[in-house]
């Protein structure tokens, strides 16, 4: 068998919010923001969502990209497990996605909330293993700096 190797990345994305981290944290774990920030939106129809915020906890979400780029039609499967909380402080979690049931990457990310006198400072940390036919690094920071500004426009609400 000819396998690709694995690609081994790391990347820091950091963002401030006019908010308490009280609030940003919220965002994270109450599962109707999570929902409107993480995997509603343009671009695709979810299929399934489901979260347990808790250390051991899990969070599924299914979805089809509706998006006209060439994965459109994919079915993508995000499935984590949330390993570190501290209330408005961190969480660590490790998640795969896959398309069409086939993962495609391996990752752990730390979000961390840090108080500043004008609101919050997150520090989004994400250590990624891609496997073949990922998504790769330029696409999964796009896409993680696009999820942090629709958190932005969630905590505007």
């Known amino acids: 068998m000819n396998t690709q190797p694995v690609t081994h ?4 994305i950091e963002r401030t919010y006019p908010t308490t981290p009280e609030r940003v944290f919220a965002a994270f774990s109450d599962p109707a923001k999570k929902r409107r920030w993480f995997v509603d939106g343009k671009g695709s129809e979810i299929q399934d969502f489901k979260m347990d915020f808790r250390v051991g ?3 599924h979400s299914r ?10 039609g994919a079915v993508i499967t995000n499935s984590t497990t ?3 909380i501290i209330p408005n402080r961190r969480i660590v ?4 996605m896959s398309m069409a049931d ?3 990457s391996a990752s752990q990310s730390t979000f961390e909330f840090v108080p500043t006198e004008k609101g919050t400072k ?3 940390t994400e250590q990624i293993a891609f496997f073949e ?3 790769g690094i330029e696409i999964r920071q796009d896409g993680w700096r696009k999820l942090l500004d629709t958190l932005g426009q969630e905590l505007a609400r």
Request: proline share 6%; glycine share 4%; charged share 20%.
């Open 93 to 96: 979690l490790a998640y795969t």
């Open 102 to 104: 086939k993962p495609f």
């Open 133 to 135: 036919n990922s998504d």
């Open 9 to 12: 990345s790391i990347f820091v």
């Open 122 to 124: 997150l520090l989004f």
């Open 82 to 84: 949330y390993q570190d």
């Open 63 to 72: 979805f089809v990209i509706t998006a006209d780029n060439p994965v459109k």
């Open 57 to 59: 906890g899990l969070e």
